[in-house]
C-alpha cells in the first residue's frame, strides 16, 4: 500500500466520524448536490418564494431583487436589509453563486410561507435553515432567514 493511501485512509474515516456529530445549534455541512431543480423538488411552495428560490440557483441577481416588493427586507440572522438597493448589495455579496434547495414546506399562513431549506453558499457544504416568506401581491415583503 502506498504512503498516499495509507495516510488517506484514516483520513476519510475521522471525516466520516465528524460529520455524523453535528451540533444542532450551529450550521452543519451537509450535500447540496441535487439533479432535480431546487424549487420544484417540493410541491406547493408560494410562487413568490419559488422566484426568490429559482433566482438564487440561476444566478439572477435582478430577478431575485425583482422577487421582492419596493420596500421588501431581509432579516438575515441577526441583520436587517430592508429596501431593494440594499437587498441587491447584499445579494451580490453573499447570496449570488451558492445553491438553494427547498426540503419541505414548514408552514402556510394567508401571507406566506415558512420553507425548510439547504443553504449552500458558494464553496460551501451549506446548512439547512427556515425561510419564512411574508409575500404582499405577488412579492416578498420580508424574507426572514434563520439556522434551522
Do not use: K
Amino acid at each position: 500500500m502506498s504512503e498516499r493511501r495509507r495516510l488517506a485512509l484514516p483520513a476519510l474515516l475521522l471525516s466520516a466520524a465528524l460529520t455524523g456529530t453535528a451540533c444542532s445549534e450551529q450550521p452543519s455541512p451537509q450535500s447540496s448536490a441535487s439533479p432535480t431543480p431546487p424549487s420544484t423538488a417540493v410541491a406547493g411552495v408560494h410562487p413568490a418564494a419559488r422566484a426568490y428560490v429559482d433566482a438564487v440557483n440561476r444566478r439572477d441577481l435582478n430577478a431575485l431583487v425583482d422577487a421582492f416588493a419596493p420596500d421588501g427586507r431581509v432579516v438575515d440572522v441577526s441583520r436587517t436589509i430592508a429596501g431593494r438597493d440594499a437587498i441587491r448589495a447584499w445579494a451580490d455579496a453573499e447570496v449570488i453563486g451558492g445553491t438553494l434547495r427547498v426540503l419541505s414546506i414548514a408552514g402556510n399562513r394567508a401571507d406566506g410561507q415558512r420553507l425548510l431549506v439547504h443553504w449552500a453558499p458558494s464553496g460551501s457544504g451549506g446548512w439547512r435553515a427556515h425561510y419564512d416568506f411574508t409575500v404582499t401581491g405577488d412579492r416578498i415583503a420580508v424574507a426572514d432567514l434563520q439556522y434551522a
